[in-house]
Each structure stands twice: as structure tokens, then as C-alpha cells.
């Protein structure tokens, strides 16, 4: 007999993008002769820098010849990497990472995901609201977050933390209650879930603040996953690149990073969490432990190719050459931030994220704004009610367009 598992069924509508993706081709049917700029879906558009290719083709040559081919890689990672992302990415940082804690993966989006395995199924979440859809849906699945409310798209046992232009679109650290989860009940939270430079939002926390959060974590004995994917965006000096530049942090914190966003790597496929050994439970289990069996279990290993890759992005001209595709989003992002700013719009983000967020116009909701700007402008982006109810009233446009086309969509979104 055929079982599924219900906490999915549980699981509301289609995920954001397929629902945007569906409007965009419907739209696009009807009008064949209108160009459409799509500054919606987060992906980068810039092709994998020079470095990176040549190692890609290298590392593809080895595998041709039986003295240096590679088969299953090691399921934590290959030691060159693990050691290059602690000496390129912590250390300078002067933030203690060893490289038996970076466990390598195929990207953020599954480790963001699948790390909540390693908590308990009674474990309270925190999260942003706005908030990258991953975190919720996936403790969605694991049957952790109480019931639904499609009025509010509240989840019951969740805790959320509104992110409103009130507070600069940054999380409160919880009183000593703790915080308002749906339900009405005040939990303290046992998992946080923080993201800076933020998706959907653009916003950034200084690290006074975020060792704030350290801080607070550690008094009442809880986990932060920190999802640093855009730390390569991060233009001003008092945002911290890492969690771990915060005293404390190594008995409280997870970091996960990507490639995607910094050099590329959507359709490429990397990643790393890094979970060090000093975050333990009230009976010294530590995490790590529990992460490296997990990962031991359901994953074999990232490609030896693409970990080679990986290396090269660290190596002087890689970052010379990912940093000049950074810059290249980020002049997208001054001008859609200049451009909707002299448009009259109220907006934010941008100056370390390639996120612009801005305040519908008109009181309209987010998906009117949507099709307003589809049919008016021909311009796709993200409603930001999507992300989370504190997203109402607000919308995404992304820096990953060429600049061209952004320059485009801009000068149209002026004239409405
Ligand atoms: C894009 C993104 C990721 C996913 O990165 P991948 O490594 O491509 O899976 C993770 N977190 C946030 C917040 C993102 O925006």
C-alpha cells in the first residue's frame, strides 16, 4: 500500500517561482512582440570566469589518464579545499575555523535544508519574515512546525521574527520571553535561522549586532544557522563577512556559504557548511559528529572536477576575476537603486547584496505591483508577500540581469 508522508501534503500551493514562472509564460503567450525583462528569479547570467574554466579543463584531463583518476570523492570534501576555504575565507578574518569542520556539498540550498535533520523533531525554529522559503518548507517537511493558517500563511509552532522598514529590515534579538511564535505562545527558540546579506531583503546586521545574536544563543543554549551565500556582496567595513568573527560563535553557530552567488556556480553545483566541534547538547553529543554521519550517509561527496574548480575561484586571479563579476552586479544594483529612488520609490538593499527592496506604490499588495509592472513595464520581479507575510507591501527586483537590459527595465519603471 502506498503511504506518502504527510507533512508534505501539509505543504501549501507551488513554490514561489514556479507560480511567477506560470504568470511570466502566460503573459509572454499573449504578447509575442513585447520584450520582457526578467530582474525576478535569483541567478547569476555571467558565465564562469577564465580561472575557473581552465581548472574545470584540467581537472577533466585528469580524469582521463589512470594514475590521476578520481572515483567517489570524500563525503566531507577533498583536503585541498577543505584547507584552501579555511587559509582564503576564515583566517584572514581572523575567525577560528579548522578544516575538519567545512563539510563540503553541492550547494546551500540542500545543506540549508537538510541540516535541521540533525535536531530534534520538537525543536522551536526561528526565522526572519521575510525568509528564504527553503528553511520553513523543509521543517515543514520534517513535520516540526505545527499547522497552517492560509489567511496568514503562518505556520502554528513557528516563531517569526518580523523584518520591517520599522527595525531597518533586521531581526529584534528576543526579550527574555522570547519570541511571539503564530500560535500566540512565546518560545524561546532552540534553532535561529539568520541570513545576512539578507534574500529576500538586501539588509545586513553589523557585527555588534550579530554578536548580539551570539550572545543571545548562547544564554539560552540555542543553534544559529547563518546563511552567508552573498558574503562576497559585502561592500561597507562594519558588516561581518562571517558569524565566526564573533566571540563565541564556535559553541553556537552553523555557517553555510555557496559558490553560486560569488563565482557562478548555480548550474556548477558547490557549497560548504561549516559546523565546529565546540556546539554540543545538554549530553556532549556535538553536532558535527551528527552532520559528518548524516552526510557520511546520504551524500557521496561533491565531484572531484567541481572541487577543483572551487579551489581556483581562491586563487589570486580567481578573485580578481569573481570580484569583477560582483562589481558588474553591483553597478546593476546602483542603478536600479538610483534609478527607483528618483522614480519616488522607497527602496533598500543593494549596497551589499545584489537585492533591491522596495515599497509598493499606491498601497498596492505585492502581486498587484507584480502584474502592474508585467503589464505596464514588462519588467518580472519577486512579490516580496512571497518570502512571508511582513514581505506584504513589498517587491525584489535582482542585480542579476545584464546591465543593459537592467538599464532598460529601469528607464521603463520611470516613465509609469
Ligand atoms: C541562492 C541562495 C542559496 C542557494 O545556493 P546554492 O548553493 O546555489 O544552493 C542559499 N541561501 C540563500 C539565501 C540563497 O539566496
Known sequence: MIKVNEDYLKLPGSYLFSTIAR????????????????????????????????????????????????GYAPDLGYEFLRKTIVEKAFAPLGAEVYADEVFVSDGAKSDSGNIQEIFARDVKIAVCDPVYPVYVDTNVMAGRTGSYDAATGLWSDVCYMPCTAENGYAPEIPGEDGVLC??????????IYLCFPNNPTGATITKPELQKWVDYANKVNAVIIYDAAYEAYISEADVPHSIYECEGARTCAIEIRSFSKNAGFTGTRLGYTIIPKDIKDAEGNTLHSLWARRHGTKFNGAPYIIQKAGEAVFSEEGQRETNEQIAYYMKNAKYILEGLKAAGYTVSGGVNA???????????????????????????????????????????????????????????IKKL
Open 182 to 191: 503564530a500560535s500566540g505562545e512565546k518560545v524561546v527558540p532552540d534553532v
Open 354 to 412: 545584489p537585492y533591491i527592496w522596495l515599497k509598493t506604490p499606491d498601497n498596492m499588495t505585492s502581486w498587484e505591483f507584480f502584474d502592474f509592472l508585467l503589464e505596464k513595464a514588462n519588467v518580472v520581479g519577486t512579490p516580496g508577500s512571497g518570502f512571508g507575510p511582513s514581505g506584504e507591501g513589498h517587491f525584489r527586483l535582482t542585480a542579476f540581469g545584464s546591465y543593459e537590459n537592467t538599464v532598460e527595465a529601469i528607464d521603463r
Open 23 to 70: 504568470k511570466v509564460a502566460a503573459f509572454a503567450d499573449a504578447n509575442p512582440d513585447k520584450k520582457i525583462i526578467r530582474l525576478g528569479i535569483g541567478d547569476v547570467t555571467q558565465p564562469l570566469c577564465p580561472t575557473v574554466i581552465k581548472a574545470l579543463h584540467s581537472a577533466v584531463d585528469e580524469m582521463a589518464s589512470a594514475d590521476t583518476f578520481k
